[in-house]
């Protein structure tokens, strides 16, 4: 897993509502938690774009409701700033399902990625429409 070339604000935390942008089943996410974040008591960890989290599926597939699933956001409202000075921000919050070694479980994504994902996770950018 390659590092991120910008600063990402972490724009979702914990308890977040978002949606699921693939066609694994499910629909509508639940944040519970970020991948390997160890800090502080009571710190809530702030989850930005290309991070790994741990989610509870609400909406969906009757077979993926109610499961925790890892999750790799790929889109965030909050604004961003890249390496070369451009602020980046998209109009919804989404996240793809991954597996444990961080390859999508479904077969397409629908919406665009941001380039930050498609730099650390090249699998992630083979089934996407756009990168943007």
């Given at each position: 897993m390659k590092g991120?070339?910008?600063?990402?604000?972490?724009?979702?935390?914990?308890?977040?509502?978002?949606?699921?942008?693939?066609?694994?089943?499910?629909?509508?996410?639940?944040?519970?938690?970020?991948?390997?974040?160890?800090?502080?008591?009571?710190?809530?960890?702030?989850?930005?774009?290309?991070?790994?989290?741990?989610?509870?599926?609400?909406?969906?597939?009757?077979?993926?409701?109610?499961?925790?699933?890892?999750?790799?956001?790929?889109?965030q409202r909050k604004?961003?700033?890249?390496?070369?000075?451009?602020?980046?921000?998209?109009?919804?919050?989404?996240?793809?399902?991954?597996?444990?070694?961080?390859?999508?479980?479904?077969?397409?994504?629908?919406?665009?990625?941001?380039?930050?994902?498609?730099?650390?996770?090249?699998?992630?950018?083979?089934?996407?429409?756009?990168?943007?």
């Amino acid at each position: 897993m390659k590092g991120i070339s910008s600063k990402v604000t972490g724009g979702v935390s914990i308890g977040s509502i978002i949606t699921c942008d693939d066609n694994s089943g499910a629909k509508v996410l639940k944040v519970i938690g970020k991948e390997g974040y160890r800090g502080r008591k009571n710190r809530r960890a702030t989850i930005g774009v290309g991070d790994i989290l741990i989610a509870s599926v609400i909406k969906g597939n009757v077979r993926m409701r109610k499961k925790k699933v890892r999750c790799l956001l790929i889109r965030q409202r909050k604004e961003y700033r890249r390496a070369n000075g451009m602020r980046v921000k998209f109009e919804d919050n989404a996240a793809i399902v991954v597996t444990d070694k961080n390859e999508p479980q479904s077969s397409e994504i629908k919406g665009v990625i941001a380039k930050e994902v498609a730099e650390r996770f090249p699998k992630v950018a083979t089934i996407a429409k756009n990168v943007m």
